[in-house]
């Protein structure tokens, strides 16, 4: 669910944007703007997982889901809620329950009304152990949902606690889609490749690993989109993918390796290019069981041998920033600025790990100890150029201490079933990240079935974690979360490597495109391509 990756932010959010747009125009032209029409093609270098947005796992699978299914709310381009289909709701004065009213004109587009059957119906699903939903944990706190009437919804409460809406506002499923389904199937229905929907656009056409095209929903409630269609096309090799960029095979492209913008503006100077603040940070992350990886000052150590602004300059070319923890920069009232990164040090690396008991005993340019040399699988998902490039570099970077590394590549959905199953040494993610500061999901020692792949436990990071979500008072919050940043990366459960700024490609004949660190497709429904005609 989208909407357990946001926090309501206090402050105006800042999106650091620009754009290039230059349009050929022969003299007498002029453009002009369609409303009723046209085709955008996404380029994308995987193909969904799941449209069930109880199952959904990658950041564009969510994106493209929330196209076709809503929740009840959403947060604007100034990180307020605004209803999607509720149309207004109210906190009791002790904060143990909300109530939302839902719109009466919101219908799936099957025809069938949506009411807050359909409420209850998706969070007891979430509740369902049987169903073992992955966003399980927005029920942490949740402790009964009841229907008030067919159009009013409550939810109760354990306790009060400052996102409340966060975790009730998530994308809603159809109850007479699943009601009669077994819940250990959920996960596996035809739902999950050929949803009804109940946004602004609907799945038309679906062919595995090559193409998702969406179209108007004629059922929709709201403005219908300008576009007729949206086309995502799913190709994974990025450099195949940059080049149909280049030659108008597509028209959009988000997360564009920095090194290819000067190329780009150059061969297609009628692309727009928008930077977005970064909410995406890459890192290395661990498998704590495995016994390379047991102690703090061996995973230390690995850092410390990683040049990282060295990084961000080889791969991103400065678009990226260190990164020293979950918490966006963004969210400034809870990032933790003071934490002092850990330093390239070859030296250093190298005498925290002979502290350990790695050195070269027998002279062959490794490091062992009890005679298992230091070695690990690094792993990454095929596609993804910024990956490949890091390990490379990684690879490299730890040969110099006598740490040998191979790297292994696997396509995506092969990747995240190894990192499920717990079956990896060491692997480069990368995680988008939340404006509201839960890290439950990644790092508490109870989501090891979640997101917690490395095996992540520490008891005082686990308490941090659960008195920041309790903690309705926005400046103790803050000096909780902080305290959790810091612990945190004491351990280097990760090697934190870069917040990552994401550069979005469109073809500057659509217009009214907005990405945010929100949404790459934010108020896409505005989005218009705009017609060329000559008098």
Same mark, same amino acid.
């Given at each position: 669910?989208?909407?357990? #990756?946001?926090?309501?932010?206090?402050?105006?959010?800042?999106?650091?944007?620009?754009a290039?747009?230059?349009?050929?125009?022969?003299?007498?032209?002029?453009?002009?703007?369609?409303?009723?029409?046209?085709?955008?093609?996404?380029?994308?270098?995987?193909?969904?997982?799941?449209?069930n947005?109880?199952?959904?796992?990658?950041?564009?699978?969510?994106?493209?889901?929330?196209?076709l299914?809503?929740?009840?709310?959403?947060?604007?381009?100034? =990180?307020?809620?605004v209803?999607?289909?509720?149309?207004?709701?109210?906190?009791?004065?002790? #904060?143990? =329950?909300?109530?939302?009213?839902?719109?009466?004109?919101?219908?799936?587009?099957?025809?069938?009304?949506?009411?807050?059957a359909?409420?209850?119906?998706?969070?007891?699903?979430?509740?369902?152990?049987?169903v073992?939903?992955?966003?399980?944990?927005?029920?942490?706190?949740?402790?009964?949902?009841?229907?008030?009437? %067919?159009f009013?919804?409550?939810?109760?409460?354990?306790?009060?606690? %400052?996102?409340?809406?966060?975790?009730?506002?998530?994308? &809603?499923?159809?109850?007479?889609?699943?009601?009669?389904?077994?819940?250990?199937?959920?996960?596996s229905?035809? #739902?999950?490749? +050929?949803?009804?929907?109940?946004?602004p656009?609907?799945?038309?056409?679906?062919? +595995?690993?090559?193409?998702?095209?969406l179209?108007?929903?004629?059922?929709?409630?709201?403005?219908?989109?300008?576009?007729?269609?949206?086309?995502?096309?799913?190709?994974?090799?990025?450099?195949?993918? $940059? !080049?149909?960029?280049?030659?108008?095979?597509?028209?959009?492209?988000?997360?564009?390796?920095?090194?290819?913008?000067?190329?780009?503006?150059?061969?297609?100077?009628?692309? /727009?290019?928008?930077?977005?603040?970064?909410?995406?940070?890459?890192?290395?992350?661990?498998?704590?069981?495995?016994?390379?990886?047991?102690?703090?000052?061996?995973?230390?150590?690995l850092?410390?041998?990683?040049?990282?602004?060295?990084?961000?300059?080889?791969?991103?070319?400065?678009?990226?920033?260190?990164?020293?923890?979950?918490v966006p920069?963004?969210?400034?009232? /809870?990032?933790?600025?003071?934490?002092?990164?850990?330093? *390239?040090?070859?030296?250093?690396? +190298?005498?925290?790990?002979?502290?350990?008991?790695?050195?070269?005993h027998?002279?062959?340019?490794?490091?062992? +100890?009890?005679?298992?040399d230091?070695?690990?699988? !690094?792993?990454?998902?095929?596609?993804?150029?910024?990956?490949?490039? !890091?390990?490379?570099?990684?690879?490299?970077?730890?040969?110099?201490?006598?740490?040998?590394?191979d790297?292994?590549s696997?396509?995506?959905?092969? *990747?995240?079933?190894?990192?499920?199953?717990?079956?990896?040494? /060491?692997?480069?993610?990368?995680?988008?990240?939340?404006?509201?500061?839960?890290?439950?999901?990644?790092?508490?020692?109870?989501?090891?079935?979640?997101?917690?792949?490395?095996?992540?436990?520490?008891?005082?990071? @686990?308490?941090?974690?659960?008195?920041?979500?309790?903690?309705?008072?926005?400046?103790?919050?803050?000096?909780?979360?902080?305290?959790?940043?810091?612990?945190?990366?004491?351990?280097? %459960?990760?090697?934190?490597?870069?917040? $990552? @700024?994401?550069?979005?490609?469109?073809?500057?004949?659509?217009?009214?495109?907005?990405?945010?660190?929100?949404?790459?497709?934010?108020?896409?429904?505005?989005?218009?391509?705009?017609? &060329?005609?000559?008098?």
């Open positions: 669910m989208k909407k357990v #990756f946001i926090f309501i932010l206090s402050f105006v959010l800042l999106v650091s944007v620009f290039v747009v230059i349009m050929k125009n022969e003299p007498g032209d002029e453009a002009v703007a369609s409303s009723g029409g046209g085709t955008l093609i996404v380029g994308i270098t995987n193909d969904v997982d799941s449209f947005p109880l199952f959904g796992e990658s950041s564009m699978a969510k994106e493209i889901t929330h196209l299914l809503l929740g009840l709310a959403d947060l604007n381009d100034r =990180s307020e809620f209803g999607e289909l509720a149309e207004t709701w109210e906190h009791s004065p002790d #904060f143990l =329950s909300v109530t939302y009213n839902l719109r009466r004109d919101a219908w799936w587009s099957d025809g069938v009304q949506i009411t807050a359909d409420v209850k119906f998706t969070f007891d699903l979430l509740a369902d152990t049987l073992a939903s992955p966003n399980s944990w927005v029920m942490d706190y949740i402790k009964n949902v009841e229907i008030v009437s %067919p009013m919804v409550k939810f109760e409460f354990a306790k009060a606690y %400052p996102d409340q809406i966060f975790d009730t506002a998530g994308e &809603i499923v159809p109850k007479h889609i699943f009601e009669h389904v077994d819940r250990k199937e959920i996960r229905h035809t #739902f999950g490749q +050929k949803p009804v929907s109940s946004g656009f609907i799945l038309k056409r679906r062919v +595995k690993n090559q193409f998702i095209e179209v108007r929903n004629k059922n929709y409630f709201g403005k219908k989109p300008n576009l007729e269609r949206v086309i995502f096309k799913i190709v994974p090799d990025k450099t195949s993918l $940059l !080049l149909q960029l280049k030659n108008g095979e597509i028209d959009m492209m988000a997360g564009v390796n920095p090194d290819h913008v000067a190329d780009l503006q150059s061969s297609n100077p009628d692309i /727009a290019l928008y930077r977005v603040s970064g909410r995406t940070y890459y890192y290395i992350g661990y498998n704590e069981k495995n016994p390379l990886f047991k102690e703090k000052q061996v995973r230390r150590a850092t410390m041998a990683i040049d990282r602004n060295g990084l961000i300059e080889a791969t991103l070319q400065g678009y990226g920033k260190p990164c020293t923890g979950p920069p963004i969210v400034s009232w /809870a990032y933790n600025d003071s934490i002092p990164p850990i330093p *390239f040090n070859v030296a250093g690396a +190298k005498n925290l790990l002979a502290n350990a008991g790695w050195k070269d027998d002279g062959d340019g490794w490091l062992d +100890k009890d005679g298992r230091f070695k690990f699988v !690094l792993r990454t998902n095929a596609g993804n150029q910024i990956k490949a490039d !890091l390990a490379v570099i990684v690879q490299d970077q730890l040969k110099k201490i006598g740490v040998k590394v790297i292994r696997l396509e995506w959905t092969a *990747f995240m079933d190894k990192l499920r199953r717990k079956e990896f040494d /060491a692997y480069i993610g990368g995680w988008s990240t939340s404006f509201n500061v839960d890290p439950t999901p990644i790092f508490h020692s109870t989501a090891t079935n979640l997101f917690n792949y490395i095996g992540y436990n520490n008891p005082q990071v @686990d308490q941090l974690i659960e008195a920041g979500r309790e903690e309705m008072n926005r400046q103790k919050a803050a000096k909780i979360w902080k305290t959790m940043q810091d612990e945190i990366y004491r351990d280097q %459960p990760y090697t934190f490597l870069f917040w $990552l @700024d994401k550069i979005v490609a469109v073809n500057s004949k659509f217009k009214n495109v907005t990405p945010i660190p929100l949404s790459m497709f934010y108020g896409l429904e505005n989005w218009y391509e705009a017609k &060329i005609s000559t008098d």
